[in-house]
């Protein structure tokens, strides 16, 4: 993940990505992550007349994707043009594209080798393998869900086995320590739709997910505004 601020362009496919609560969810995660610039919501279910007022109350701009035939992918196709129309925006550095279907692979590699960093959101359910194309992924049903009920231990676990096996693939300190910042990119990289807000922790801060929800399993030292962390022996 780039060091420099964010600027985001949000693009919703807002036929599947409409649930105000998870709309709640996307926007909160993406504060913390930078600044969103642009915020476009494409449908084409003109039968439902409260979209675009939906749209609109959230700070949407609401894009009618006409279709010429009976395909369904209209809004994919509105979607993938405005992405290439807005690449001429040097100021915008990330690009969202929010959507439970699977059909954005070509445009996110596009977007990559572009140098910008791209983001995911859905559901919780889409194929690990497509997350893993995205620099993060926002699982909205996750994240909302979790503030309904505590993760289990083997949920915890899972986490905690995969940063054990990143901390002792890569160099450490004289004392054992390795950089937080390596340990969690190479994390989202193994889990894009990793959130500490999933595991019990307020925010998404990574340091204090480790300091607090995880302190039981790793130790954390501070030199400055550098945390590192290493796995107690247990």
């Known amino acids: ?5 964010l600027t985001i362009a949000v693009m919703i496919d807002y036929d599947n990505f409409n649930n105000e609560n998870y709309l709640e969810v996307l926007f909160e995660e993406l504060k913390d992550l930078g ?3 642009v915020k476009e919501a494409y449908y084409s279910n003109f039968s439902d007349n409260k979209l675009e007022a939906k749209a609109i109350k959230h700070g949407f ?10 395909s369904q992918n209209a809004v994919d196709i509105k979607m993938i043009i405005s992405i290439m129309d807005l690449l001429e925006k ?5 690009y969202c594209i929010a959507s439970n279907d699977l059909d954005f692979a070509p445009i996110i590699e596009r977007l990559k080798k572009e140098n910008k ?3 995911g959101a859905g559901n919780q359910t889409i194929n690990a393998d497509y997350k893993k194309k995205f620099d993060r992924f ?9 503030r309904q009920k505590s993760a289990s231990e083997k949920e915890v676990k899972k986490v905690v086995n995969i940063v054990k096996k990143i901390i002792s ?5 004289e004392d054992g320590y390795v950089l937080l910042s390596t340990i969690v990119n190479q994390l989202y990289k193994e889990m894009p739709d990793f959130n500490p807000k999933v595991y019990g922790a307020k925010t998404n801060k990574t340091s204090s997910f480790f300091m607090k ?11 400055g505004t550098i945390v590192s962390i290493k796995s107690k022996n247990k």
């Open 169 to 173: 693939a890569n160099e450490s300190d």
């Open 213 to 223: 929800e995880l302190n039981e399993y790793f130790l954390t030292k501070m030199e």
């Open 35 to 37: 600044d969103v610039i």
């Open 61 to 70: 701009n609401p894009v009618m994707a006409v279709s010429h035939s009976k």
């Open 90 to 94: 040097e100021y915008i550095n990330c």
């Open 1 to 5: 993940m780039q060091e420099t601020k």
């Open 138 to 146: 926002i699982n909205v049903d996750q994240i909302y869900n979790a």
């Open 117 to 119: 960093v791209v983001f």
